[in-house]
Protein backbone atom coordinates (compact mmCIF):
# COMPACT_ATOMS: atom_id res chain seq x y z
CA UNK A 1 0.00 0.00 0.00
CA UNK A 2 1.14 3.48 -0.95
CA UNK A 3 0.78 6.83 0.73
CA UNK A 4 -0.49 9.80 -1.56
CA UNK A 5 -0.40 13.72 -0.66
CA UNK A 6 -3.51 15.37 -2.48
CA UNK A 7 -5.41 18.96 -2.39
CA UNK A 8 -8.99 19.59 -2.07
CA UNK A 9 -9.72 21.31 -5.00
CA UNK A 10 -13.82 21.28 -4.84
CA UNK A 11 -16.17 20.56 -1.57
CA UNK A 12 -19.55 21.03 -2.51
CA UNK A 13 -22.08 19.85 0.31
CA UNK A 14 -25.68 19.71 -0.01
CA UNK A 15 -28.60 19.23 2.48
CA UNK A 16 -25.85 19.47 5.30
CA UNK A 17 -25.04 15.59 4.92
CA UNK A 18 -23.89 14.48 1.66
CA UNK A 19 -20.01 15.92 0.38
CA UNK A 20 -18.77 15.23 -3.14
CA UNK A 21 -15.03 16.30 -2.71
CA UNK A 22 -12.17 16.28 -5.63
CA UNK A 23 -8.67 15.31 -4.83
CA UNK A 24 -6.16 16.82 -6.67
CA UNK A 25 -2.78 14.31 -6.19
CA UNK A 26 0.23 16.10 -5.86
CA UNK A 27 2.94 13.62 -4.78
CA UNK A 28 3.13 10.71 -6.53
CA UNK A 29 1.20 13.06 -9.11
CA UNK A 30 -0.52 10.16 -10.21
CA UNK A 31 -2.92 7.32 -8.81
CA UNK A 32 -3.51 4.16 -10.12
CA UNK A 33 -6.30 1.98 -9.71
CA UNK A 34 -9.28 -0.37 -10.72
CA UNK A 35 -12.67 1.11 -10.84
CA UNK A 36 -14.87 -0.29 -7.69
CA UNK A 37 -11.79 0.43 -4.84
CA UNK A 38 -11.08 2.88 -2.65
CA UNK A 39 -8.55 4.73 -0.31
CA UNK A 40 -7.88 5.19 3.33
CA UNK A 41 -7.43 8.15 5.65
CA UNK A 42 -5.79 7.30 8.79
CA UNK A 43 -7.28 9.65 11.54
CA UNK A 44 -7.04 10.84 15.38
CA UNK A 45 -5.96 7.62 17.60
CA UNK A 46 -4.95 5.82 14.57
CA UNK A 47 -8.86 5.26 13.45
CA UNK A 48 -8.81 4.90 9.83
CA UNK A 49 -12.10 5.35 7.47
CA UNK A 50 -12.45 4.28 3.95
CA UNK A 51 -13.85 6.03 0.91
CA UNK A 52 -14.75 4.79 -2.35
CA UNK A 53 -13.49 6.42 -5.06
CA UNK A 54 -16.19 7.63 -7.66
CA UNK A 55 -14.00 9.14 -10.55
CA UNK A 56 -12.75 6.86 -13.49
CA UNK A 57 -9.94 5.04 -13.25
CA UNK A 58 -8.32 6.74 -16.66
CA UNK A 59 -8.23 9.88 -14.85
CA UNK A 60 -5.04 9.65 -13.24
CA UNK A 61 -4.40 12.85 -11.44
CA UNK A 62 -7.32 13.43 -9.86
CA UNK A 63 -10.04 11.31 -7.64
CA UNK A 64 -13.88 12.17 -6.52
CA UNK A 65 -15.06 11.02 -3.18
CA UNK A 66 -18.91 11.22 -2.00
CA UNK A 67 -19.67 11.21 1.50
CA UNK A 68 -22.63 10.53 3.84
CA UNK A 69 -21.64 13.09 7.07
CA UNK A 70 -24.82 10.93 8.83
CA UNK A 71 -22.66 8.46 11.19
CA UNK A 72 -21.13 11.47 12.68
CA UNK A 73 -17.94 9.68 13.76
CA UNK A 74 -14.51 10.70 13.31
CA UNK A 75 -14.41 9.71 9.67
CA UNK A 76 -17.67 12.40 8.86
CA UNK A 77 -16.15 14.86 11.29
CA UNK A 78 -12.66 14.83 8.91
CA UNK A 79 -14.49 15.25 5.90
CA UNK A 80 -17.10 17.99 6.99
CA UNK A 81 -13.56 19.68 8.33
CA UNK A 82 -11.97 19.71 4.75
CA UNK A 83 -11.32 23.13 3.17
CA UNK A 84 -10.25 24.09 -0.42
CA UNK A 85 -7.24 23.90 -0.92
CA UNK A 86 -6.08 21.79 2.03
CA UNK A 87 -3.30 19.30 1.53
CA UNK A 88 -4.29 15.69 2.86
CA UNK A 89 -2.45 11.97 2.68
CA UNK A 90 -4.16 8.93 2.63
CA UNK A 91 -3.52 5.34 2.08
CA UNK A 92 -4.85 3.31 -1.25
CA UNK A 93 -5.47 1.60 -2.91
CA UNK A 94 -7.80 -1.62 -1.65
CA UNK A 95 -10.16 -3.06 -2.14
CA UNK A 96 -11.19 -6.74 -4.54
CA UNK A 97 -14.66 -5.80 -5.40
CA UNK A 98 -13.46 -4.58 -8.94
CA UNK A 99 -15.07 -4.45 -12.41
CA UNK A 100 -12.89 -7.67 -13.32
CA UNK A 101 -14.88 -9.46 -10.93
CA UNK A 102 -17.51 -9.39 -13.38
CA UNK A 103 -15.54 -9.87 -16.37
CA UNK A 104 -17.38 -13.30 -17.33
CA UNK A 105 -20.56 -11.89 -16.69
CA UNK A 106 -22.91 -11.96 -20.15
CA UNK A 107 -24.80 -9.12 -18.56
CA UNK A 108 -24.43 -6.76 -15.39
CA UNK A 109 -26.82 -5.37 -12.91
CA UNK A 110 -25.76 -2.35 -10.43
CA UNK A 111 -27.73 -1.98 -7.69
CA UNK A 112 -26.96 1.53 -5.52
CA UNK A 113 -28.14 3.39 -3.00
CA UNK A 114 -27.11 6.65 -1.10
CA UNK A 115 -23.30 6.89 -1.23
CA UNK A 116 -23.38 3.13 -2.66
CA UNK A 117 -23.70 4.92 -5.96
CA UNK A 118 -19.87 6.28 -5.66
CA UNK A 119 -17.92 3.08 -6.70
CA UNK A 120 -20.51 1.69 -9.24
CA UNK A 121 -19.88 5.35 -11.10
CA UNK A 122 -16.12 4.58 -11.56
CA UNK A 123 -17.22 1.66 -12.82
CA UNK A 124 -20.16 2.12 -15.00
CA UNK A 125 -17.78 5.01 -16.32
CA UNK A 126 -14.97 2.86 -16.79
CA UNK A 127 -17.16 -0.02 -18.89
CA UNK A 128 -19.11 2.31 -20.57
CA UNK A 129 -17.02 5.24 -21.93
CA UNK A 130 -13.49 3.73 -21.50
CA UNK A 131 -13.81 0.26 -22.67
CA UNK A 132 -16.97 1.08 -24.50
CA UNK A 133 -18.39 -2.47 -23.21
CA UNK A 134 -20.76 -3.81 -25.59
CA UNK A 135 -22.85 -5.96 -22.66
CA UNK A 136 -25.97 -5.32 -21.84
CA UNK A 137 -26.11 -2.78 -18.35
CA UNK A 138 -28.39 -1.99 -16.13
CA UNK A 139 -28.10 0.78 -12.95
CA UNK A 140 -31.01 0.30 -10.55
CA UNK A 141 -30.41 3.82 -8.34
CA UNK A 142 -32.09 4.45 -5.45
CA UNK A 143 -31.94 7.87 -5.09
CA UNK A 144 -33.26 10.11 -1.61
CA UNK A 145 -33.48 13.25 -1.32
CA UNK A 146 -30.61 15.40 -3.02
CA UNK A 147 -28.61 12.40 -3.35
CA UNK A 148 -27.70 12.89 -6.96
CA UNK A 149 -24.67 15.01 -5.98
CA UNK A 150 -25.09 16.14 -9.39
CA UNK A 151 -24.63 12.99 -11.04
CA UNK A 152 -28.30 11.81 -12.37
CA UNK A 153 -27.45 14.31 -15.26
CA UNK A 154 -24.21 12.74 -16.27
CA UNK A 155 -26.14 8.41 -16.20
CA UNK A 156 -28.80 10.41 -18.03
CA UNK A 157 -26.68 11.50 -21.13
CA UNK A 158 -24.75 7.97 -20.84
CA UNK A 159 -27.64 6.45 -21.14
CA UNK A 160 -28.88 8.73 -23.79
CA UNK A 161 -25.97 7.81 -25.66
CA UNK A 162 -25.44 4.05 -24.76
CA UNK A 163 -27.72 1.98 -26.02
CA UNK A 164 -27.52 -1.27 -23.79
CA UNK A 165 -27.54 0.87 -20.65
CA UNK A 166 -30.68 1.19 -19.13
CA UNK A 167 -30.88 3.37 -16.44
CA UNK A 168 -33.73 3.48 -13.34
CA UNK A 169 -33.92 5.70 -10.56
CA UNK A 170 -36.43 5.82 -7.77
CA UNK A 171 -36.56 5.90 -3.46
CA UNK A 172 -34.76 3.34 -2.24
CA UNK A 173 -37.62 1.24 -1.55
CA UNK A 174 -38.34 1.38 -4.84
CA UNK A 175 -35.47 -0.28 -6.08
CA UNK A 176 -35.98 -3.80 -4.67
CA UNK A 177 -39.71 -3.39 -5.82
CA UNK A 178 -38.32 -2.63 -9.37
CA UNK A 179 -35.53 -5.95 -9.36
CA UNK A 180 -38.93 -7.95 -8.16
CA UNK A 181 -41.40 -6.15 -10.77
CA UNK A 182 -38.71 -6.58 -13.73
CA UNK A 183 -38.14 -10.23 -13.12
CA UNK A 184 -36.06 -10.82 -15.66
CA UNK A 185 -32.71 -11.00 -13.74
CA UNK A 186 -30.98 -14.85 -14.09
CA UNK A 187 -28.39 -16.67 -14.32
CA UNK A 188 -26.42 -15.25 -17.12
CA UNK A 189 -26.45 -11.61 -14.86
CA UNK A 190 -23.60 -10.57 -12.33
CA UNK A 191 -24.64 -8.20 -10.32
CA UNK A 192 -22.76 -5.66 -7.91
CA UNK A 193 -24.36 -4.16 -5.33
CA UNK A 194 -23.41 -0.95 -2.59
CA UNK A 195 -25.67 0.56 0.04
CA UNK A 196 -26.36 0.00 3.96
CA UNK A 197 -25.93 -3.81 4.67
CA UNK A 198 -29.77 -4.39 5.41
CA UNK A 199 -30.30 -3.09 1.58
CA UNK A 200 -27.73 -5.02 0.07
CA UNK A 201 -28.33 -8.12 2.29
CA UNK A 202 -32.12 -7.75 1.33
CA UNK A 203 -31.21 -7.03 -2.72
CA UNK A 204 -29.05 -10.26 -2.77
CA UNK A 205 -32.03 -12.45 -1.32
CA UNK A 206 -33.98 -10.82 -4.32
CA UNK A 207 -31.27 -11.15 -6.85
CA UNK A 208 -30.84 -15.10 -5.55
CA UNK A 209 -34.44 -15.57 -6.03
CA UNK A 210 -34.72 -14.49 -9.50
CA UNK A 211 -32.18 -16.52 -10.47
CA UNK A 212 -28.72 -14.77 -10.24
CA UNK A 213 -25.93 -16.82 -8.84
CA UNK A 214 -24.78 -16.01 -5.37
CA UNK A 215 -20.83 -16.19 -6.90
CA UNK A 216 -21.99 -13.94 -9.41
CA UNK A 217 -23.00 -11.09 -6.88
CA UNK A 218 -20.24 -8.52 -5.67
CA UNK A 219 -21.03 -6.20 -3.11
CA UNK A 220 -19.50 -3.65 -0.52
CA UNK A 221 -21.42 -2.46 2.93
CA UNK A 222 -21.00 0.39 4.53
C1 LIG B 1 -14.73 -0.32 1.69
C2 LIG B 1 -15.49 0.84 2.26
C3 LIG B 1 -15.79 1.92 1.45
C4 LIG B 1 -16.53 3.00 1.97
N1 LIG B 1 -16.84 4.03 1.15
C5 LIG B 1 -17.60 5.04 1.62
C6 LIG B 1 -17.98 6.11 0.75
O1 LIG B 1 -17.62 6.15 -0.43
N2 LIG B 1 -18.76 7.09 1.28
C7 LIG B 1 -19.17 7.08 2.59
O2 LIG B 1 -19.87 8.01 3.03
N3 LIG B 1 -18.81 6.08 3.44
C8 LIG B 1 -18.02 5.08 2.98
N4 LIG B 1 -17.65 4.07 3.83
C9 LIG B 1 -17.96 4.19 5.26
C10 LIG B 1 -16.85 5.04 5.95
O3 LIG B 1 -15.63 4.34 5.91
C11 LIG B 1 -17.15 5.33 7.42
O4 LIG B 1 -17.47 4.13 8.05
C12 LIG B 1 -18.29 6.33 7.58
O5 LIG B 1 -17.93 7.58 6.99
C13 LIG B 1 -18.63 6.55 9.05
O6 LIG B 1 -17.47 6.93 9.72
P1 LIG B 1 -17.56 7.88 11.02
O7 LIG B 1 -16.20 7.87 11.64
O8 LIG B 1 -18.14 9.20 10.66
O9 LIG B 1 -18.63 7.18 11.92
P2 LIG B 1 -18.38 5.97 12.95
O10 LIG B 1 -17.63 6.44 14.15
O11 LIG B 1 -17.78 4.83 12.22
O12 LIG B 1 -19.86 5.66 13.33
C14 LIG B 1 -20.57 6.58 14.18
C15 LIG B 1 -21.92 5.98 14.54
O13 LIG B 1 -22.78 5.95 13.39
C16 LIG B 1 -23.27 4.65 13.14
N5 LIG B 1 -23.30 4.49 11.67
C17 LIG B 1 -22.33 3.96 10.88
N6 LIG B 1 -22.71 4.00 9.59
C18 LIG B 1 -23.94 4.57 9.56
C19 LIG B 1 -24.84 4.91 8.51
N7 LIG B 1 -24.56 4.62 7.23
N8 LIG B 1 -25.99 5.53 8.83
C20 LIG B 1 -26.28 5.82 10.11
N9 LIG B 1 -25.46 5.52 11.14
C21 LIG B 1 -24.31 4.91 10.88
C22 LIG B 1 -22.26 3.73 13.80
O14 LIG B 1 -22.91 2.51 14.19
C23 LIG B 1 -21.83 4.53 15.01
O15 LIG B 1 -22.73 4.38 16.09
C24 LIG B 1 -16.94 2.98 3.32
C25 LIG B 1 -16.60 1.90 4.14
C26 LIG B 1 -15.91 0.85 3.62
C27 LIG B 1 -15.60 -0.32 4.52
Redesign the pocket.
Known amino acids: MKNFIARVIKKRTTHDRFVYLKLSLLKPAQIEFKAGQ ?1 ISFELSGEEK ?4 IASAPTNMSYIE ?4 L ?8 FISSLTVGQEISFEGVL ?1 EVTIERGQNDQQLLFVGSG ?1 GI ?1 PLKSMLEDLLITRLDQRPITLIWGLQLGEDLGWADDFQKIAQERQNFELITGADREIVDNITKLARFDETWGAYVCG ?1 PEMVAYTEKQLVNQGISRDSIYY ?1 R ?1
Open positions: YRSYSLAVDTPGGVGSSGVSKDY
